[in-house]
């Protein structure tokens, strides 16, 4: 396949398949001459930051018992961090919970955490192909919206 | 980019808006600085809230508008918009990822002037203009209102003569406005002019209408004050039982959180705390006439706002301690602060006695005095630092004349020491006694005392004369009280100092340039450049910048937002916002009243 279409084909199945929403595509509208790569630093801040408020979840899920506040204002952030860049299942794990630490379930906030992570890491794959992809198709090429 | 409110480029409004953003969150920092970029508007981008303060004090008329998360790590972002609208009086703007009503609520009674969920879009950004653009609006009314309650005939001859001269090229809509508007007046306006803000109508706690209000209180004593009879006292016909509750509670919070600030404070850069001891001299301020600037100190003609400057008035040799409970502290003149050491000296050789013969204006305000509290730079961060001055009048002295405020009209002739006339001017009657002594004084320069600014503010100033527009539009006492209050347009060129008779000790720490004008026996230290965090003694009244777009900012009286009372009402005292005025306020003001030459 070729490559633009390929780059067009990936874009088009990760919001098709709920990994990211309407805030990517307000990303990429972003993206101009002044920032050509806009998307892909945001994307890249996005992360690098974040692994920060995941370290702390972590510590703080590691405690015992819980502290849900404290949970619940990290995964607030996180969930806000999150947010920027229209990572639609993280996000939605997130809220999840959310819930779970203002309705004290230790057992949820672990489930929800693990399946937070996952998605997570998933998308950061995602993610990084696709830009791969998309600098190998043509630095002026973004994958142009179809809708 | 120059004001865009009523000017020819109206196309190009609101272009150049100066958006500061707040939030911890690098991602979205980053990202609201490219929207709001793509909006073509000016961004400052900010991931603590402190320094965004900091900024926001800084220089007060730098920003148009904030934005701010609600979920920040150093402070919360309601106690952000609090400080914001109190102290600066800018349009703030909420984000969250969480919008659950309560929140929303919240920041609706915070004074929010809009909460936006994230992700934001850029639309949403887009329109952020329309906040301010109503806010100046709606200050504008306000300030008409306003003038038609007080004693505008006085001014309104004072201030023709500088209107010219002053009025800025945004002020254009402020005047006709005014003039259109005159006969309004009515409280009724203000409700109805501004249906769509957030904020309902809200009552202008101007510096004269505050003094009003500060007379009252410590006329029926402190504790013994309740809403009804501060509001028999008071006899403003328009004025509610509610008004005078919600702003009396303000006070009792900034009255109180004064006195924690006292307790705790470190000193001041430029006045310590510890010196003041209000107990202590009460004489030592000399107040009578309360400052006696000394006209020689007006060299600087910098009226300090900006800068660290601290302004002490001793009002009337009452004072009344308990009524502050431990607000304030006087800087006995005798104890220069370092800042103002070197003023101090000055206005001390110089001046004993009104040098503008205004020494005998100054007098006697109200019964009591109301120590301004001094406040440390501290205090600043934390809470906005309002110095009241209760004017307490000295009975012997003739009421001052003193513009409309206690303005210190000092001749050229020393280096300009900032006469803060903010501070409340307890006394009304201040505000609109012509200046009968000789000649009238004219408060050249009143930079509002509130706010912190920096030292640049004072480079400003003179820039700003178009700024003054408020004032000029104004001219009434309105201005002439802001010009009490503090304000102190910073001339940067020498604007002379008038003598005032500053009630209000007006404390003041700002990064002026300019020295501070010490009152002869009163204590009236300022620090002068210091990096003092300004206490922005605002009397009460607010001026906002409006217009904010550029260097054109019209100033409007921020009233208090005696409709909502937040929990956490960071309304320490008054919220004066005397920040912005001082920009503009620099000729315009002077003119306005009587001027010393």
């Known amino acids: 396949m070729d490559l633009k279409r390929q780059v067009a084909y990936m874009r088009r199945s990760l919001f098709d398949q709920g990994y990211l929403d309407e805030q990517f595509i307000q990303l990429e509208d972003l993206q101009d001459d002044v920032n050509p790569n806009f998307v892909e630093e945001i994307v890249t801040l996005f992360y690098r930051d974040s692994a920060r408020l995941i370290l702390n979840i972590e510590q703080a899920m590691e405690k015992s018992p819980l502290d849900f506040d404290k949970l619940d204002t990290y995964m607030h952030q996180f969930k806000g961090s999150s947010s920027s860049i229209g990572a639609k299942k993280v996000k939605s794990e997130a809220t999840q919970f959310r819930e779970f630490c203002k309705a004290g379930n230790a057992e949820g906030c672990l489930r929800t955490y693990q399946q937070l992570k996952k998605e997570y890491t998933t998308l950061r794959k995602k993610l990084e192909t696709y830009f791969q992809l998309a600098r190998q198709a043509g630095p002026a090429e973004t994958a142009s919206r179809p809708n | 980019m120059e004001s865009g409110f009523a000017s020819p480029r109206a196309d190009a409004f609101p272009a150049g808006l100066r958006v500061l953003v707040v939030d911890d969150d690098p991602t979205w920092l980053k990202i609201l600085e490219k929207m709001l970029k793509k909006c073509s508007y000016e961004v400052t981008t900010c991931c603590l809230a402190r320094d965004a303060l900091d900024m926001l004090r800084e220089r007060k008329d730098r920003f148009d508008i904030v934005i701010s998360d609600v979920n920040m790590p150093d402070m919360d972002g309601f106690k952000l918009l609090e400080h914001v609208g109190l102290e600066m009086d800018l349009p703030v703007i909420m984000m969250s990822v969480d919008g659950e009503t309560s929140r929303v609520m919240k920041g609706v009674q915070h004074g929010a002037c809009d909460y936006l969920l994230k992700p934001v879009r850029m639309k949403e950004l887009r329109n952020i203009w329309q906040h301010v653009f109503r806010k100046k609006i709606h200050e504008v009314k306000e300030i008409e209102n306003h003038e038609i309650h007080d004693d505008v005939q006085m001014m309104r001859s004072g201030s023709e003569e500088f209107d010219d001269g002053h009025l800025p090229s945004g002020l254009d809509l402020v005047s006709p406005r005014k003039r259109k508007d005159m006969e309004n007046k009515e409280h009724e306006d203000q409700e109805l002019s501004d249906p769509s803000a957030m904020k309902k109508a809200r009552v202008v706690w101007s510096v004269d209408l505050h003094q009003k209000f500060v007379n009252a209180v410590n ?307 300022s620090s002068s450049h210091e990096d003092l965090e300004p206490c922005s003694l605002q009397g009460g009244y607010g001026y906002t910048e409006t217009v904010g777009f550029n260097n054109e900012e019209i100033l409007a009286y921020e009233h208090l937002d005696l409709t909502a009372d937040p929990p956490s009402h960071l309304y320490d005292g008054l919220r004066f916002n005397c920040d912005y005025p001082c920009d503009s306020m620099e000729y315009p003001l002077m003119d306005r009243g009587l001027f010393i030459a």
């Not at chain 2, 107040?287 to 006209?295: L, R, T």
């Not at chain 2, 020494?359 to 501290?378: A, K, M």
């Not at chain 2, 000295?394 to 513009?403: A, G, H, M, R, S």
Request: hydrophobic share 30%; charged share 20%.
């Open chain 2, 219 to 525: 006329q029926i004593g402190f504790d013994k004050v309740g809403p009804k009879k501060i509001l028999d006292l008071m006899k403003v016909p328009w004025l509610t039982r509610e008004n005078v509750a919600s702003h009396l509670q303000k006070y009792r919070l900034y009255l109180s959180r004064l006195q924690k600030q006292n307790e705790s404070k470190a000193p001041f850069c430029g006045t310590k705390q510890s010196d003041f001891t209000p107990k202590d001299t009460p004489g030592s301020f000399g107040i009578e006439n309360s400052i006696k600037m000394h006209q020689n100190n007006a060299a600087n003609s910098s009226y300090g706002y900006c800068g660290n400057k601290i302004l002490l008035q001793n009002v009337g040799s009452e004072i009344h301690e308990n009524d502050l409970k431990g607000i304030i502290s006087f800087l006995p003149i005798t104890e220069p602060r370092k800042a103002l050491a070197g003023d101090v000296s000055n206005t001390q050789k110089s001046s004993n006695g009104s040098r503008v013969g205004l020494s005998h204006s100054f007098g006697s305000l109200g019964p009591d005095v109301n120590y301004p509290t001094i406040q440390s730079p501290n205090c600043w961060n934390t809470d906005i630092p309002v110095i009241q001055f209760a004017q307490k009048a000295k009975q012997e002295k003739e009421p001052y004349i003193l513009l409309e405020d206690n303005y210190m009209h000092l001749p050229p002739s020393g280096p300009q020491n900032q006469i803060q006339a903010d501070g409340l001017q307890s006394s009304p009657p201040i505000n609109s006694r012509p200046v009968t002594e000789k000649g009238k004084v004219i408060a050249t320069e009143i930079k509002p005392l509130c706010t912190e600014y920096g030292s640049n503010h004072v480079g400003d100033i003179s820039r700003r004369g178009q700024g003054i527009n408020l004032f000029s539009v104004q001219a009434d006492k309105d201005v002439a009280n802001a010009q009490a209050f503090g304000y102190m347009p910073t001339a940067t060129g020498s604007s002379p100092m008038r003598n005032q008779s500053f009630d209000q000790i007006y404390i003041n720490n700002w990064n002026s340039l300019q020295p501070s004008i010490i009152p002869e026996g009163g204590s009236f230290l």
